[in-house]
């Protein structure tokens, strides 16, 4: 184990905050779900419940974020390596903290777009070198190997799309004519966005969308003229709460019970969002990591409870969502808040 990790392990354990009935052995068999707060970037962990880890993104560059990641690792889910790492594409918000990140705690698989192409943006030599087991350039219809739980439902994590190709549909899927001729379509975005990764993670019937900043137009291509993703439980709201992306036939198409914004103090959360995912009769509740403190703050933001951090110099709280073992409810919290819902899957 590399010596930052043992400190950082150490300090935790000095502390009593160690929470070692989360992950000795995963006897609960249960699927969690941490947005880490890297202010207005992302960071998503999962813990499966065979106690393997899959990272979606990496914060920001320098040590901040890496360390609340590797905090929120070994603090709340025991951790002591990230199996899976996705980038979901090549912004600083979103693939800054890995290389930080390699030297605190040992990375096993990194999956990103590579090199290719006419790539927009280049993340650079320190991003391509840091320190990994294995590289994989991820493909529309890759599926990570997972460790599966005795007695559990499979797990599975899907890319649905990636670079702008996206998988093709079952010839049983119906068009979705109405929602498409509803699709009005934006600006063209030239920025590596529009190439994020799509993920699908499922654990029997519990389904939860996450697909990095894709833009608007990128987005129609998900559900038009037929929906690629299907019914989904859990929306992870795209770039952040941003206009440019949550394209509303998308949200429609997937019909989520719960969005979670990983927005900044004055980064996302755009009106014409919000407006979106109100008009989204399916979602019943909206989670932020920030609340928004723009001026328009008073009818962009939910109510506190649902909101992780208050100040704009804030702790780096999180919200956490844990699946029950057979994938049929979930539970989303924030321990900031001491707030916590239970909701029912809804099957596919």
Known sequence: MRAPLVSLLAAVLLTGCFVHQVHAGRKDKRLDVYWVDVEGGAATLIVTPAGESILIDTGNPGRRDADRIVRMAAQSAGLRKIDHLIVTHYHRDHYGGAEALSRLIPIGTVHDNGKFDDMPDN????????????????????????????GSPTVSMRC???????????????????????????????????NSVVMLLELGAFRFFDAGDLTWNQEKKLVCPRNLVGKVDV??????GLDSSNNPILLKSLEPTVAVMNNGVTKGSRPDVFAALRDTK????????????????DVNNVADKFIANL?????GNHVHLSVAADGKSYRVSVPSREHVAEYQTRGK
């Open 235 to 240: 929306y992870q709201v795209t770039h952040h």
């Open 160 to 194: 649905l799309g990636t670079r702008r190709e996206f998988v093709a549909a079952a010839k049983t899927t119906p068009a979705n004519k109405d929602l498409c001729a509803q699709h009005k379509p934006k600006n063209r975005d030239g920025s590596d966005n529009a």
């Open 311 to 315: 100040k704009e110099k804030c702790d």
């Open 282 to 297: 399916s979602i019943k509740a909206i989670y932020q990591l920030h609340k928004n403190l723009r001026p328009d703050g």
């Open 123 to 150: 993340p650079g030599k320190a991003y391509f070198n840091f320190a990994c087991e294995k590289r994989h350039v991820i493909k529309p219809g890759d599926k990570l190997s997972l460790k599966q739980a005795e």
